[in-house]
T-cell receptor, first 120, second 114 residues
Framework: GAVVSQHPSWVICKSGTSVKIECRSL??????MFWYRQFPKQSLMLMAT?????????EQGVEKDKFLINHASLTLSTLTVTSAHPEDSSFYIC????????????????FGPGTRLTVT | GQSLEQPSEVTAVEGAIVQINCTYQ??????LSWYQQHDGGAPTFLSY????GLEETGRFSSFLSRSDSYGYLLLQELQMKDSASYFC???????????????FGGGTRVLVKP
């Protein structure tokens, strides 16, 4: 089945530093990857849509200069949290959709295991 | 915009049946998905409805009524391992470059007791 990995699985960093999170589709190609943020006991909030070879599309209220997304290949997207602050501490999850899904677009997104970021 | 409502928590005993309702208001609708998430884990896909009616997959079934903007997930023969959060999510196709984005409901925490 389709597998999405994330690295690292958890990270602790100091306030003001930057952290890069990788999302990889291991056995399929993904033109589109999505980045979500989830606070404890809350829902997944879509941050941005990452498109291979083009700029990411950010959701309203998400700072594009703070959350840098790069989708350099069909199997890799990265999210960099720049100048992280304690309020950025959260569970970051990526998902990916396979190229050329079914008619009308594949409905299934495959989720990575998530990255827990703690900013001290 | 999109908004989805589902109950925050449901408690049931092993072997019971639980129905999790989801009502949605969307500016565009392509389908309703259900995901399961155990604490600390990633969401895993359970089911998807694009058309009205019931979809059955083992112990789990999902129903959609597009005219009522309503769907539900039915969990049968509950097991302890079913204790998790369950999210409904709407696919609202916007434009091709963005693909089919998912908007998630707040999640329903299901607690299965012995």
């Amino acid at each position: 089945g389709a597998v999405v990995s994330q690295h690292p699985s958890w990270v602790i960093c100091k306030s003001g530093t930057s952290v890069k999170i990788e999302c990889r589709s291991l056995d399929f190609q993904a033109t589109t990857m999505f980045w979500y943020r989830q606070f404890p006991k809350q829902s997944l909030m879509l941050m941005a849509t990452s498109n291979e070879g083009s700029k990411a599309t950010y959701e309203q209220g998400v700072e594009k200069d703070k959350f840098l997304i790069n989708h350099a290949s069909l199997t890799l997207s990265t999210l960099t949290v720049t100048s992280a602050h304690p309020e950025d501490s959260s569970f970051y999850i990526c998902s990916a959709r396979e190229v050329g899904g079914g008619q009308g677009g594949s409905y299934e997104q495959y989720f990575g295991p998530g990255t827990r970021l703690t900013v001290t | 915009g999109q908004s989805l409502e589902q109950p925050s928590e449901v408690t049931a005993v092993e072997g019971a049946i639980v129905q999790i309702n989801c009502t949605y208001q969307t500016s565009g609708f392509y389908g309703l998905s259900w995901y399961q998430q155990h604490d600390g884990g990633a969401p895993t896909f359970l089911s998807y409805n694009a058309l009205d009616g019931l979809e059955e997959t083992g112990r789990f079934s999902s129903f959609l009524s597009r005219s009522d903007s309503y769907g539900y997930l039915l969990l049968q023969e509950l097991q302890m391992k079913d204790s998790a959060s369950y999210f409904c999510a709407v696919s609202a196709q916007t434009f091709k470059a963005a693909g089919n984005k998912l908007t998630f409901g707040g999640g329903t925490r299901v607690l299965v007791k012995p």
